[in-house]
């Protein structure tokens, strides 16, 4: 009797699956993955798997010094058209491809704990994978659906991702509420504005208690670009100054230090197109220790680990007023303290398109603020000090809530068993 159907939240930086039971309507097991892939150097032998999944993807490029290709924010390139395929140890993966060796890991998983193939799935999705760009939109659902397909999944529903974070509140609740949900994630800030009634929990047709819905393409990732831009990029030479034709003192292209500061273009730039370019600023600079740190970088593939150390000293900057921004690699020292006050500084740019999208879509929507009840604050993203000064400043009155801020969307996609019924 196949009586499972599972939620899956694949995201930017952490996926997840929740295993619901259809029969006593509750969520048996919940699965978390880091949405990271690592493929060793060498190819895998006797047709097993060159590659690994999660946790496991990060002790693996440890252990194997960083050399092979190291893939996060997989889901950031879903909607570029641009990106076709990469080529990995003489094997082609498109975006799909990529996608699928995540949601596969996840189901199998799953199906070990129930003990059969469940073909069934809501899948979640933001509500704009990039901006406001339909195409680019309907690029990125279908590549996901592909993607699903792939993983072997038969049977697939899509739901926004903030309207599954919604429904698992609505668990908790005793009486009927007007919510704003704002889920803030390592790839998107997503918003729904909705009824929620706990007696109407799981019942088919939500459509009228859905009053709004939007997004913006900022989230925990932007930060820690922000972050490298203005704290990381200066150690790895963006100040350094060359002088290819004597008398003429340039200082070497911005652009060199955008795509370290990106993943989307760190996973995928073609390191030995522009290798000789940098080898000529190196040379021309007159060896710049720092602009070394870059070929270092590059060539030794430390760009995750230079954001792991990042996102330490962001989390760090949740609890306190101050925290070290330290990284000491292959000849590489960074060791910087960074205050708060400077961090949110960093941030602000982001942090105001977030609040400018929020008061757009408020406008946009009709919402009369006062009719808000609740706030639900959910992703990793919404522990970020400047995000909760930002949702209090807009929204005084109304009550704050959150659940658990990485399972709350994957739990209410597996209450979103409904849409099978459409
Ligand atoms: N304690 C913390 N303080 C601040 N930020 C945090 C904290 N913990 C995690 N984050 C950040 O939260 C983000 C991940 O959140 P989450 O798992 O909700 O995103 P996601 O679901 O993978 O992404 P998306 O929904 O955008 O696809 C990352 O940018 C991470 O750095
Ligand atoms: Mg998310």
């Given at each position: 009797m196949k009586k499972y159907l599972y939620g899956i939240d694949?995201?930017?930086t952490n996926s997840a699956l929740a295993i619901y039971n259809?029969?006593?309507?509750?969520?048996?097991h919940t699965i978390i993955l880091p949405s990271l892939i690592y493929f060793y150097q060498e190819p895998g032998t006797?047709?097993?798997?060159n590659y690994v999944v999660g946790e496991e993807a990060i002790t693996a490029y440890l252990a194997d010094d960083m050399k092979g290709r190291f893939i996060k924010s997989?889901?950031?390139?879903?909607?570029?058209?641009?990106?076709t395929e990469t080529r990995i140890q003489n094997k082609r993966y498109n975006a799909s491809d990529l996608v699928a060796i995540i949601l596969k890991e996840l189901k199998a998983r799953a199906d070990q704990l129930i003990g059969y193939d469940c073909k069934k799935a809501v899948i979640g999705r933001p509500?704009?994978?990039?901006?406001?760009d339909t195409q680019k939109d309907t690029l990125a659902q279908t590549r996901l659906r592909k993607a699903t397909e792939i993983a072997g999944f038969v049977d697939i529903r899509f739901q926004f991702e903030p309207i599954g974070a919604a429904f698992a509140y609505e668990k908790s609740l005793v009486k009927k509420e007007n919510v704003l949900v704002a889920d803030l994630g390592g790839g998107t800030t997503d918003f729904t504005y909705l009824v929620l009634d706990p007696e109407k929990?799981?019942?088919?047709?939500?459509k009228n208690d859905m009053i709004a819905n939007g997004g913006i393409y900022i989230g925990g990732d932007s930060f820690d670009s922000a972050f490298m831009w203005e704290k990381g990029t200066p150690y790895f030479g963006k100040n350094t100054q060359y002088e290819a034709t004597p008398g003429k003192v340039l200082t070497v292209p911005k652009s060199l230090f955008a795509n370290i500061c990106s993943w989307e273009q760190m996973n995928f730039f073609n390191s030995l197109r522009i290798r000789k370019d940098i080898e000529d600023y190196y040379y021309f600079s007159g060896r710049d220790p720092q602009f070394k740190n870059l070929i270092t970088l590059i060539e030794n593939n430390l760009g995750y680990s230079v954001f792991q150390s990042i996102e330490k000293t962001k989390i760090t900057l949740t609890n306190t007023d101050s925290a070290r921004f330290s990284y000491h690699q292959m000849g590489i020292k960074i060791d910087e303290e960074v205050a708060l006050q400077n961090y949110e500084k960093i941030i602000a740019k982001d942090v105001d398109r977030i609040a400018n999208y929020l008061d757009k879509f408020i406008v946009q929507n009709n919402i009369?603020?006062?009719?808000?009840d609740t706030l639900f604050l959910t992703g990793?993203?919404?522990?970020v000090n400047s995000v909760q000064k930002l949702f209090k400043s807009r929204l005084p009155h109304v009550s704050l809530n959150s659940g658990d801020n990485f399972k709350s969307v994957v739990k209410g996609l597996a209450y979103s068993g409904y849409l099978f019924e459409d």
């Open positions: 694949f995201g930017t259809e029969e006593t309507k509750e969520i048996h006797g047709g097993s798997p997989v889901k950031q390139i879903l909607s570029r058209s641009s990106f509500v704009f994978f990039d901006d406001d929990a799981g019942s088919k047709n939500r009369d603020i006062q009719d808000i990793g993203t919404s522990m």
